[in-house]
């Protein structure tokens, strides 16, 4: 009797780009933390609309405050989160599904404010275990890398002779 093998874990760098393709998000900075249990996403001005939902804005580029998505989504759970700094804190937890490079999975995440954090998107454990191989010396590894902007170069001008007065 032949026994089935599960597929071996994709090898991912300690950051990758990752869309949310039903909030229509699209190549947001991640930081995969072993560290974390759950995962995290920035967001802004969270009020609950109903019963168990949410509307919040995603800020997508930590320079780009204009750069936003405004997203409603049902709340999964609310929680106590331990973060780095070690004060406990209140989340809201929201599932999606997400794609990192050729997966795509439904994952739950915490909302919280991550303004004074590089990365928009902290991917934990639990979105990782069994599917992932963190290789931390690399980053990108299943992200098409877009094509860097060339610049023009620009014309020589020669300097205009300045004209003698007669």
Do not use: C
């Not at 032949?2 to 909030?23: C, H, K, N, Q, R």
């Not at 999975?105 to 404010?113: A, G, N, P, T, V």
């Amino acid at each position: 009797m032949a026994t089935l093998s599960a597929a071996p874990p994709l090898v991912i760098g300690f950051a990758e780009y990752v869309d949310i393709p039903e909030w229509h998000i699209s190549r947001l900075r991640a930081k995969v933390d072993t560290g974390a249990r759950s995962s995290a996403l920035h967001v802004e001005n969270i009020r609950e609309v109903g019963k168990e939902r949410v509307r919040f804005e995603v800020r997508l580029h930590r320079r780009h405050e204009d750069r936003r998505v405004i997203v409603e989504a049902a709340v999964t759970r609310r929680s106590r989160v331990k973060p780095s700094n070690g004060m406990l804190a209140w989340r809201y937890f929201v599932a999606a599904r997400v794609k990192i490079g050729p997966f795509e999975d439904e994952i739950e995440m915490s909302l919280f404010d991550r303004q004074h954090m590089i990365f928009r998107m902290l991917i934990g454990r639990s979105a990782l275990s069994r599917r992932f191989l963190v290789d931390v010396s690399k980053r990108y590894v299943l992200s098409k890398r877009r094509r860097p902007k060339t610049r023009k170069a620009k014309k020589k001008t020669k300097p205009k002779e300045a004209e003698s007065s007669q």
